[in-house]
């Protein structure tokens, strides 16, 4: 069966510090991958995409950096967090055009 | 620019009542439309996909609705339980960027003992 892992599933980090959050599909190959940030009270947010490996699309302009370095593998990075980069953190994929896009349980970043 | 609207923000029902949580999204070109539930501090569970070209979908107690003409779906949930506490979203995916989606911000719900 197709599951979605990710981890850790909650950091605490303080401001300036390095981030990375990993996220790993399983039973699937090729998936459409997708990191979004829901902040509290508010709608989720694109972050970044990823169609295959080494492709990155990103949709907003932050010191955030996204890669995919394997078919499955999707990985959210920082070299200096902020203080507005805290939040909830989800990563999604898709296998196909009529597949649901499914979700993984989330991390929850709290930078202090 | 694809937007997606859900009214009300919060809804607060006494068990067994049937009710419907709605979607409205502007542009009508979509591929398909998705609900998703989203219990506190956790991530999103997909609930239905409606494709473009269908009119309903139907799991249990959940029958999802779709009209692209008027940019609309709802979610219709019968028979209402305190375990479907939790907030419901929507999110379209457009025909002309098959690799995003658009969210609306969702309903929290409350089923009342």
């Known amino acids: 069966s197709q599951t979605i892992h990710q981890w850790p599933a909650t950091l605490v980090q303080p401001v300036g510090s390095p981030l990375s959050l990993e996220c790993t599909v399983e039973g699937t190959s090729n998936p459409n991958l997708y990191w979004y940030r829901q902040a509290a009270g508010r709608g989720l947010q694109l972050l970044f995409y990823s169609v295959g490996i080494g492709q990155i699309s990103s949709e907003v302009p932050q010191n955030l950096s996204a890669s995919r370095p394997q078919d499955r593998q999707f990985i959210l990075s920082s070299k200096k967090l902020l203080l507005s980069d805290s939040g909830f953190y989800l990563c999604?994929?898709?296998?196909?055009?009529?597949?649901?896009?499914?979700f993984g349980n989330g991390t929850r970043l709290t930078v202090t | 620019k694809q937007e997606v609207t859900q009214i009300p923000a919060a809804l607060s029902v006494p068990e067994g009542e049937n009710l419907v949580l709605n979607c409205s999204f502007t542009d009508s070109a979509i591929y398909n439309l998705q609900w998703f539930r989203q219990d506190p501090g956790k991530g999103l569970t997909s609930l239905l996909l409606?494709?473009?070209?269908?009119r309903e979908q139907t799991s249990g107690r959940l029958n999802a609705s779709l009209d692209k003409s008027s940019g609309r779906s709802t979610l219709y949930i019968a028979a209402s339980q305190p375990g479907d506490s939790a907030t419901y979203l929507c999110?379209?995916?457009?025909?002309?960027?098959?690799?995003?989606?658009?969210f609306g911000s969702g309903t929290k719900l409350n089923v009342k003992p």
């Open positions: 999604a994929w898709i296998s196909g055009g009529n597949s649901p896009l499914h």
């Open positions: 409606i494709q473009s070209s269908q």
């Open positions: 999110a379209v995916r457009p025909m002309d960027n098959f690799n995003k989606f658009y």
